[in-house]
């Protein structure tokens, strides 16, 4: 189906081959493979393990991982080989003659400092040829010299800063796409980030100071429940308070509405998601969610349309009016405070034009210089040649305080 508009399509298999729970994805792939023919192309990567005490190469996993692959009908036609060193010709010649996978197309797959690089590694070692070759592409100029110009400057990145990062989860896997925005935004702007992980428990019990964490700006991310809440509370409040940009996503807006509706507005406010008896709720459920009583699939997820006011941060970070960005929550701002929060100074700047939900909203530039809350993932959509324009924002905003430029 999704060969239909593409010319090219790339279905991971993850796990470790043997996983009982991959076995059907083998025997669709060994079917589709059966069907397609030379049209697909399988590439298995695995590791060769370098043992120290006898320092020598070890092969065997591979090896059995690829015998694994073919008791499943599957026969590699390429094969990525992890290493951490540099690794001997007449090893992969080795790797070739017993695992049936022609020499040619036996490539090493070194360790390199950033994700970024790994593209640039297998352009050095032809492996792009290969592909080519065997889907009957067009060759076209390859442009990687742009590219390759990119990683080799975010070796000397300037005009250092400190990003908190409020968390709730320690498990930090839960905002990858999160520091890979980030990195992607200090890199289309020549400045380097330090990120720095600050528990929102800490900050609730008080363990964290976040005056002496030096912070150039703040990010408050997405999440569910109330663990953790009034430690991004007090963050965004200290953010607001200091004047310390700040970017609120998901969560992180509802948070700062919050924040804003208790310390400012003087309401006992909350979400409906944390009190469901709260006197002000500025946070209530998405239209037609709110009997729900089994939550599974009911998210509002996937791209929505944002149209954006002029003259506000939202809009000159984008440099248009309508944009999209992806969703995945439950819950929203309550429209029915927005007069009460224009009168304090926060305002809605982004709509969506055909539910009329709050998508962004951010505090008027003279109460603060950058205080921004998102109800979408802008992370989602990042990438390395098209950063976020809210992050990007966000980052520049921070450089031009702490440095005055």
């Not at 020598?56 to 090896?63: D, G, S, V």
């Not at 309550?334 to 009460?340: A, C, F, P, Q, V």
Request: with cysteine; glycine share 6%.
């Amino acid at each position: 189906e999704l060969g239909k508009d593409n010319d090219v399509v790339f279905a991971e298999i993850g796990g470790t081959v043997g996983d009982i729970e991959s076995s059907q994805f083998y025997e669709s792939i060994r079917q589709f493979k059966q069907k397609m023919g030379d049209d697909v192309l399988i590439i298995m990567v695995a590791p060769i393990l370098w043992v120290c005490r006898s320092e020598a190469f070890q092969t065997k996993p591979l090896q059995n991982s690829v015998k694994e692959l073919q008791r499943n009908g599957l026969q590699p036609d390429m094969l990525l080989c992890r290493v951490d060193r540099e690794i001997p010709e007449c090893v992969l010649d080795k790797i070739s003659n017993l695992t049936n996978v022609p020499r040619e197309n036996i490539f090493d797959s070194p360790d390199v400092s950033s994700i970024y690089e790994v593209p640039i590694e297998f352009y050095n070692r032809h492996l792009d040829d290969i592909i080519v070759d065997r889907f009957r592409l067009k060759r076209n100029v390859c442009k990687i010299h742009e590219y390759k110009k990119l990683i080799e400057n975010s070796r000397n990145l300037s005009n250092p800063i400190n990003l908190g990062i409020i968390c709730k989860y320690d498990n930090l896997e839960a905002y990858v796409s999160l520091k890979e925005a980030v990195y992607h935004a200090k890199m289309a702007l020549n400045v380097d980030v330090n990120i720095k992980w600050i528990s929102a428990i800490d900050i609730e019990d008080e363990n964290i100071d976040l005056k002496k964490e030096n912070l150039d700006a703040i990010i408050v991310p997405g999440g569910f429940d109330s663990r953790g809440i009034n430690g991004k509370i007090k963050a965004i409040t200290y953010a607001r308070e200091n004047k310390i940009p700040f970017l609120g996503i998901c969560l992180g807006l509802q948070c700062a509405v919050i924040e804003f509706a208790r310390n400012v507005c003087l309401l006992k406010a909350d979400s409906l998601e944390f009190d469901k008896n709260t006197e002000n709720p500025v946070v209530n459920f998405v239209k037609g969610q709110e009997n729900l009583k089994k939550f599974s699939g009911t998210m509002r997820l996937g791209s929505y349309k944002c149209e954006l006011s002029e003259n506000t941060i939202a809009y000159e970070s984008y440099g248009k009016s309508l944009i999209t960005e992806r969703h995945r929550h439950r819950y929203e701002v309550n429209s029915s405070y927005e007069k009460i929060f224009k009168e304090f100074g926060l305002i809605v700047s982004g709509i969506n034009p055909e539910s009329g939900l709050i998508e962004i909203m951010e505090l008027e530039k003279t109460i603060h210089p950058f205080f921004v809350g998102i109800q979408a993932h802008p992370e989602f959509k990042s990438k390395l040649l098209e950063p976020s324009a809210l992050f990007k924002s966000l980052i520049q905003e921070a450089v031009r305080i702490r440095y005055g430029l």
